[in-house]
T-cell receptor
Framework: EAQVTQNPRYLITVTGKKLTVTCSQN?????MSWYRQDPGLGLRQIYY???????DKGDVPEGYKVSRKEKRNFPLILESPSPNQTSLYFC???????????FGDGTRLSIL | QKEVEQNSGPLSVPEGAIASLNCTYS??????FFWYRQYSGKSPELIMF????GDKEDGRFTAQLNKASQYVSLLIRDSQPSDSATYLC???????????FGSGTKLNVKP
């Protein structure tokens, strides 16, 4: 089954404690992206990747890091999480840029 | 700041009616346009995408694009209660690979 898998699905943690949210896709997609979704603000793009070792900033990259060492994986790293990063995060992938994206189930992150 | 605007709703329509959802965008260079449906607590799922001016139909759904007016819409014919969800409009930049989403329109289809 074609899917984008995110882990963990839920995480409650404290300010400053580094965390990683993993994302993996099994569709051999070149394009992957991370979004955060906040009430009233819709989905905002954090980072995206066109292919292995090619990443770039989206609209709200501050406080986040990503890497793309393998085509299937695109982890999101919060080096020093802060409460304003409490949000619902989605990973998505597509065959190429500007094509429809397939979303993961989401990760609900709470930073205390 | 590139913007994608949607009426937050809720838009209420009776079962069997046509639901019309609208979206405007600020970047004239935008080249790809998508409609996603999101049920409460779930991830967005693709409904339609359109790249060229005009209409594109798929079953009960029709996407309409007018680049001159920077306007994209989604029509849902014969609306069903199962269509009740939030509909997200997404716009893709050309050559920059970024996407911008509207905040969504909540649709309620009443039996």
């Amino acid at each position: 089954e074609a899917q984008v898998t995110q882990n963990p699905r839920y995480l409650i943690t404290v300010t400053g404690k580094k965390l990683t949210v993993t994302c993996s896709q099994n569709m051999n997609h070149e394009y992957m992206s991370w979004y955060r979704q906040d009430p009233g603000l819709g989905l905002r793009q954090i980072y995206y990747s066109m292919n292995v070792e090619v990443t770039d900033k989206g609209d709200v990259p501050e406080g986040y890091k990503v890497s793309r060492k393998e085509k299937r994986n695109f982890p999101l790293i919060l080096e020093s999480p802060s409460p304003n990063q409490t949000s619902l995060y989605f990973c998505a992938s597509s065959p190429g840029s500007n094509q429809p994206q397939h979303f993961g189930d989401g990760t609900r992150l709470s930073i205390l | 700041q590139k913007e994608v605007e949607q009426n937050s709703g809720p838009l209420s329509v009776p079962e069997g009616a046509i639901a019309s959802l609208n979206c405007t965008y600020s970047d004239r260079g935008s080249q790809s346009f998508f409609w996603y449906r999101q049920y409460s607590g779930k991830s967005p799922e693709l409904i339609m995408f359109i790249y060229s001016n005009g209409d594109k139909e798929d079953g009960r759904f029709t996407a309409q694009l007018n680049k001159a007016s920077q306007y994209v819409s989604l029509l849902i014919r014969d609306s069903q209660p199962s269509d009740s969800a939030t509909y997200l409009c997404a716009v893709g930049e050309y050559n920059f690979n970024k996407f911008y989403f509207g905040s969504g329109t909540k649709l309620n289809v009443k039996p």
